[in-house]
T-cell receptor
Framework: DSGVTQTPKHLITATGQRVTLRCSPR?????VYWYQQSLDQGLQFLIQ???????AKGNILERFSAQQFPDLHSELNLSSLELGDSALYFC??????????????FGPGTRLTVL | GIQVEQSPPDLILQEGANSTLRCNFS?????LQWFHQNPWGQLINLFY???GTKQNGRLSATTVATERYSLLYISSSQTTDSGVYFC??????????FGQGTELSVKP
């Protein structure tokens, strides 16, 4: 158990809908990262937050957004869902502001299926 | 951007065999991690290894940052070692970049 929690574990929804994925980092970790794992794209970095502020952006679509709350949990919002958004979404956390300084620990993931 | 290449892409072993997985990266990196993704999809941290050698039980890893590669050694493999092994590096922008993985299958 990494100490990072994600809910829900599985999510099945229809095209055009909107969903919210939730992540709680390890105790003491200030940085939260979101990743998408799909069969064709592999594991891709989406976005990073540090202590409530966005710090780095990767290949995140405009239909996706995220935020980190004062209690440090984070939510990833996916809207106008398409079939191609079906994937495993991971959250990770680390202590430091810069991802290169500390090890990242991953949650169990949320498997999203868009029908 | 930085490229991360892992080899081999697939590996089939008999239980008890040893193996070496390789990770090459195209540019200077701040750090490197190895992960095991088990058949249930969980990403498990194996090593956080910017340079040098580390060992944990039957697994060990070596990173030679100046030559831009890292190796993961698995000795006396077990069926529970099956899954996908990922190498991931941080680029200068602080983003974690993953390789495509090595899929390992250990047969009893």
């Amino acid at each position: 158990d990494s100490g990072v929690t994600q809910t829900p574990k599985h999510l099945i929804t229809a095209t055009g809908q909107r969903v919210t994925l939730r992540c709680s980092p390890r105790s003491g970790d200030l940085s939260v990262y979101w990743y998408q794992q799909s069969l064709d794209q592999g594991l891709q970095f989406l976005i990073q937050y540090y202590n409530g502020e966005e710090r780095a952006k990767g290949n995140i679509l405009e239909r996706f957004s995220a935020q980190q709350f004062p209690d440090l949990h984070s939510e990833l919002n996916l809207s106008s869902l398409e079939l191609g958004d079906s994937a495993l979404y991971f959250c990770a956390s680390s202590v430091a502001r810069l991802a290169g300084i500390n090890e990242q620990f991953f949650g169990p993931g949320t498997r999203l299926t868009v029908l | 951007g930085i490229q991360v290449e892992q080899s081999p892409p697939d590996l089939i072993l008999q239980e008890g065999a040893n193996s070496t997985l390789r990770c090459n990266f195209s540019d200077s990196v701040n750090n490197l991690q190895w992960f095991h993704q088990n058949p249930w999809g969980q990403l498990i941290n194996l090593f956080y290894i910017p340079s040098g050698t580390k060992q944990n039980g039957r697994l060990s890893a070596t990173t030679v940052a100046t030559e831009r590669y890292s190796l993961l050694y698995i000795s006396s493999s077990q069926t529970t070692d099956s899954g996908v092994y990922f190498c991931a590096v941080w680029n200068q922008g602080g983003k974690l970049i993953f390789g495509q993985g090595t899929e390992l299958s250990v047969k009893p």
